[in-house]
């Protein structure tokens, strides 16, 4: 412990639990039944609820985007948990809305949260989230009385009538990462995995993913399993100590192949209740990329009981690839019912669309060449307004 030239106090460590103090699910204004979807395109709609595990998939509205999404999730977060202590947010997405201004930035100014705030945007597909958590961790370890504002928001797209077509879908999850948190605390031990890979990817100039599906599950199964024998290697928890894992769902039917592959590689066997708890919100958000895992972990609190005082396993994964296992002991009053609900409501408050609706704001795209203002839609907080002079504007909806 050390003291600053004016005497306050200053620590580089902590023996403080980190972790998130509190979290807020954020859906998209549309949403498209993938019954429907089926039907258009001539496949048994099975394929889609019970082969890949979705019944719904999130869809922007025109005046919608991961800013959006991400800004009304934080600010909901922030009506509960208040400002006081936070200096950081940390926006993770792949499907950011400027090569170079971070949506952090744009999140920041919507929120009206002070210049005395650091604001940064994170990419490495789909694990980004964790990877602004851990970041978050840090800075909260070396100053505990900080918090950190994490964002992971994603509109997952691919091309009309593709095999990638029904793993589309459009979310966010806000997580307040504090000291001594109310939710989860994470522990300081994980277990990493990155190489080079490209099962998965989005080139500069193109406005949807490239896949390479078989490739991709092996990545994801060589992550999972690479993170979890590091994190025996640190000394982390043994599959035994474990309630459940919660896991990166680009489907949900990915969370039960992954704890397939875990179960045969440690001996033991996870509750595959505890799969379909975490499975709620994705399944009807479809693909969230950054946000699918923390999606996931919010279905399983607010879904599973007896979880205070019980240590879960939190996988994310990323394409191209990097993996992480990290473990965390859930508190003591996790169970919001008030927070379920709302969520509950949220989904069910999203507005059905045709098909033929969802494929003209699939190839609705907005290019910085020409002035346009978009039509007001979206309920949520905060809308995209629309280009002017080639930059993207944003306004508060109220």
């Known amino acids: 412990m050390t003291s600053n030239r004016t005497g306050e106090s200053t620590s580089t460590s902590s ?8 979290l807020e699910l954020g859906a998209s204004h549309h949403v498209l039944d993938l019954g429907r979807l089926a039907e258009a395109r001539g496949v048994d709609p099975a394929k889609y609820t019970r082969g890949i595990g979705l019944d719904e ?11 959006t999404l991400g800004a009304s999730a934080a600010a909901r977060l922030l009506e509960r948990t208040g400002t006081e202590g936070l200096r950081t947010v940390l926006f993770a997405t792949e499907s950011g809305v400027d090569q170079s201004k971070s949506g952090a930035v744009i999140v920041h100014g919507l929120l009206g949260l ?9 990419k490495q597909a789909c694990y980004a989230g964790a990877a602004a958590v851990q970041t978050a961790i840090g800075i909260v370890a070396r100053r505990p009385q900080e918090k950190v504002l994490v964002i992971a928001a994603d509109v997952a797209r691919y091309g009309l009538g593709t095999s990638g077509e029904p793993t589309q879908g459009a979310g966010a999850v806000a997580l307040l990462i504090a000291a001594d948190p109310a939710l989860l605390a ?5 277990g990493v995995y990155s190489a080079d890979v490209d099962d998965f990817w989005r080139p500069n100039d193109s406005t949807t993913a490239l896949v390479n599906g078989r490739l991709s599950i092996s990545a994801y199964k060589n992550a999972l399993l690479g993170a979890w024998d590091d994190l025996q290697a640190q000394g982390g928890p043994g599959v035994d100590e474990l309630e459940a894992v919660v896991y990166h769902q680009p489907f949900t039917k990915m969370a039960v192949k992954a704890q397939r592959f875990l179960d045969q590689h440690t001996g033991g066997r996870l509750d595959p209740e505890a799969l379909e708890q975490g499975a709620v919100y994705d399944r009807r958000l479809g693909n969230t990329y950054t946000a699918s895992l923390w999606a996931g972990l919010a279905a399983l609190l607010d879904h599973r009981e007896g979880l205070e005082g019980r240590r879960i396993g939190l996988f994310s994964y990323g394409s191209g690839s990097a993996g992480e296992m990290l473990t965390g002991t859930v508190q003591p009053g996790y169970a919001r019912p008030e927070r379920a609900a709302a969520t509950r409501a949220a989904l069910d408050a999203r507005v059905p669309v045709t098909v033929e609706e969802y494929e003209e704001l699939h190839e609705r795209l907005l290019g910085s060449d020409e002035d ?27």
């Open 15 to 22: 023996s403080a639990s980190i972790g998130i103090e509190d």
């Open 57 to 67: 998939m999130g869809v922007v509205a025109a005046d919608e985007d991961v800013v």
């Open 114 to 122: 002070p210049s005395s705030v650091r604001s940064v945007e994170l």
């Open 186 to 190: 994470i522990d300081p031990v994980s």
């Open 372 to 398: 346009v203002e978009t039509p007001r839609v979206t309920t949520a907080p905060f809308r995209f307004a629309g280009v002017q002079e080639g930059a993207r504007k944003y306004e508060a909806t109220a």
